[in-house]
């Protein structure tokens, strides 16, 4: 960061719960229903209707909070937000204030091989509004993301970079996504972003004022908008200007944040504990339940791969990215006890496959012990690797298993040295020139020889007997 | 069969049994409903499908089916109760023509037991008064006296019963608005336990005070009706599984070491009615008469319960009335055209249109109580106090059964008479709003009338959900009143 300035900066992000139904009502959460089409007279706020607590968002909620280190209350309130806006229908939001669920924990990540801790205020359960679209001159409603259950997760002033904040919010995202409580879909809103941010001079002990830029759906516009904003708030600054609190959003086509309202418009949102609904509470029973459900983190499962299966950083950071990478990849290295091999296999074959067919790894046409069994028949000399890349495209289209496609296809690797040499006997012969000039000197012609007795083989022969039987015979004479 | 005096247990059996049918009962109080309400104004809309629903009660019985305890009998619903395809308005413009596509808990549970529902009654706009003046429909008048106020804001539901428009209504009441009526119109009144009945599709008020109840002519009715009203509903968490007891049917007026409660506070101000005052003691002396015992009780935060009421039912209207924008349903103010309109100046006037004058001023009043620096003050030291308030009545339901007191300190008062002093207007719920602050049981029994001809009640408190012991108190009271059955003359 330039001029001895630095930012900090802290996130809010929104991130959707992966539920069935909305968190007051049984309406559908699927995102692409028609509009309106998934309401009923809760979720639009009719006389009289009263909201009913889904109890799979509570669940969500403490098992994301348990992920994230934080204290579970045993006691958490719903309390009312009040403010009046044409997509919100009862004229508050439903949310939690002063007794969130989740209080106090932390995150850790990685970046560029630096591990960060950012704290964890607090994360609290609400209801999204739903979704204005302005016309000219007139606005249409649509009410089918009114109620869908949020969980926004508030992290401390701890973040120092853009990269940073983008950093953490993935690994955020990872997280949510470990636990199956979140789809970390950015494009469908399923995780959005607020960001606050402040620049003070280094050493400066005080925070600045803060700007939040409100609603970032992606992870560069994270980035993106922090960069033009530390900038922006440096150079008002050295301006002698003051920064002004305000909202802003970011334009992601003029490369912008502009402001939306500035403080002077805040409202007061009078919250106060919302008498419909009851404190939730969490007893110890169930909470230790939820612990025992809290899968191994990418965090201490990338610990985990690089310490006890001596996989690199890179590569198990990589295959800890998708909790179900992880798990294709544990399940394939048990079967051949392969773990480098097995990581190099599903970073380049198999995710290249399921790139192409835009398939996830749970939709692989290669199951993960077809995978280790290719593997295994490698390391035993069984195959060579060049023909398993063959056998592996076969895999890809039969869904065969390695065992079988080798047989039908005959593809056994030759390993028996008399075998070979009667190959190469044959090579040699019918190449009595080239022969001749490799004698002479010509040692670059090796290859040519190597290359002639594996097509003979049709690329079944061992490759180091072919290497070790050529040099013998091309060295000590016919 | 004498449909103005029968029970509602009389009415359905003689349906059930075919000695009289469901239509021709129907027929009977839409009639005379229709007649009386030009007079009274009880009713602000009349259902057209009534006679329909009974035919179809009829058809049941015809095919051998039970259409259940109510088979047959009318029912007036206070127009706070979301009634499926019947407009429900809540006597407010800004619902004025709101039809909602669902029925109240409270209703389909009546239509489940054979209920037929014969229109919506009257009432003060969103439940905000105590005399039924603040309907956007126009006052309600009470039978006994024409020009005085039914009380409110269940107004219509209490002059419908008093004139036997029909055998039994719904009310609703947050701090008073089925006692204080039924206690002005002669008529039986209950409000159970807070949790008892599910406020599902009940237009909300202040939604931890706001509770239903019925108004019939009498406890056994009250009692019947409340049973039917009352249970378990996933849609409103705040509805209590308690099991509910069939109180009609252990109903008993024996008073043999019945420990009835005074409370001090409530007698020693001096602010009582002489008619009032005596009424009480006559109540008292006859109950000790029956074997009860006469125990004074005190609860000292009573004092501060009409203050309270105001801070924590107006701070929750406040957001309760939110909703009532004019972009989803609901009265829009007529703009010519909703370009370059500020969003501000849509609610403004919507809402400045929709809502009456009681009603902005507790909206007012609330959002003022909950804004920021002012909430710590007003809405969480009131709900502090409320708790308090809450454990004071829980220990003196220690000592005694019910708790018996005057349900208002006069009799009901004229038209007009206290509509443009509000704070005089509030002080009639100083009986009335403990209970709802503190989620008891009360209800409100004819006992006798005033020099001038207008009735007077008794008020009956409980512990929470011991309703039994304030039913059995109040048959009790009802046998020596001479008052059951009693039909005011318009």
Known sequence: MSRNFEAVIGLEVHAQLKTKSKIFCADSTQFDAGDNENTSPVSVGMPGTLPALNERVVEQAIKAGLALNCHIRPVSIFARKNYFYPDLPKGYQISQYDKPICENGSVEFKLQGKAHQIRIERAHLEEDAGKSTHFG?????????????????VSGPDLRSPAEAAEYAKALRQIL?????????????????DCNISVRLRGETKLGTKVEIKNINSFRFIEKSLEYEIERQIEAVERGEKIIQETRLWDPDKNKTFSMRTKEDAQDYRYFPDPDLLPVIVTKEALEKFKKEIPELPLARSRRFTEELGLSENDADAIVSEREIADYFESASRMCGNFKATANWIMTEVLRELNESKLSIIQSRITAENLGALIKLIDAGTISGKIAKTIFSEMWTSEDSPEKIIKTKGLVQISDSSAIEKLIDEVLAANTSQVAEF???????????????????????????????????????? | MDLIKASLAEISQAVRTKKISALEVTKFFLERSKKLNPTLNAFICFDETAELQATAIDQKIYQGENPGPLAGVPWGIKDMFCTKGLK?????????????????????????????????????????????????????????????????????????????????????????????????????????????????????????????????????????????????????????????????????????????????????????????????????????????EIIEVSVPLTKYAVPMYYLIAASEASSNLSRYDGVRYGHRSNFQSLANLELGEFYSKTRGEGFGEEVKRRIMLGTYCLSSGYYEAYYNKAGQVRRLLRDQFIAAFNQCDVILSPVTAAPAFQLQERISDPLQMYLNDIFTVSTNLAGLPGMSVPFGFSEKKLPIGIQLMAAHFQEQKMLNVGLALESISGMKGLVANV
């Open chain 1, 137 to 153: 001159d007139y606005t249409l409603l649509n009410y089918n993301r009114a109620g869908i259950p949020l969980l926004e997760i």
């Open chain 1, 177 to 193: 996504r470990y636990l199956d409580v979140c789809d970390g879909n950015l494009e469908e809103g399923s995780l959005r972003c």
């Open chain 1, 439 to 478: 004698r002479s000197g010509k040692t670059k012609l090796f290859g040519f020889f190597v290359g002639a007795a594996m097509k003979a083989s049709k690329g079944q022969a061992n490759p180091d007997l072919v290497n070790e039987i050529l040099q013998k015979k091309l060295k000590g004479g016919l």
């Open chain 2, 88 to 292: 429900t308005t809540a006597a407010s413009k800004i619902l004025e023509n709101f039809i909602p596509p669902y029925d109240a808990t409270v209703v389909s549970q009546l239509k489940k037991n054979g209920a037929v529902i014969l229109g919506k009654l009257n009432q003060d706009e969103f439940a905000m008064g105590s005399s039924n003046e603040n309907s956007y429909f126009g006052a309600v008048k009470n039978p006994w006296n024409l020009n005085c106020v039914p009380g409110g804001s269940s107004g219509g539901s209490a002059a419908a019963l008093a004139t036997r428009m029909v055998p039994a209504s719904t009310g609703t009441d947050t701090g008073g608005s089925i006692r204080q009526p039924a206690n002005f119109c002669g008529v039986v009144g209950i409000k159970p336990t807070y949790g008892r009945i599910s406020r599902y599709g009940i237009i909300a008020y202040a939604s931890s005070l706001d509770q239903a109840g019925p108004l019939t002519n009498s406890v056994t009715d009250a009692a019947l009706a409340l049973e039917l009203m009352c249970g378990k509903d996933m849609k409103d968490a705040t509805c209590s599984s308690q099991p509910v007891p069939e109180w009609s049917k252990n109903l008993n007026s024996s008073m043999k070491s019945v420990r009835v409660g005074v409370l001090k506070e409530y007698m020693q101000d001096g602010g009582l009615h002489a008619d009032v005052q005596k009424t009480v003691e006559k109540s008292l002396s006859e109950l000790k008469a029956l074997g009860a």
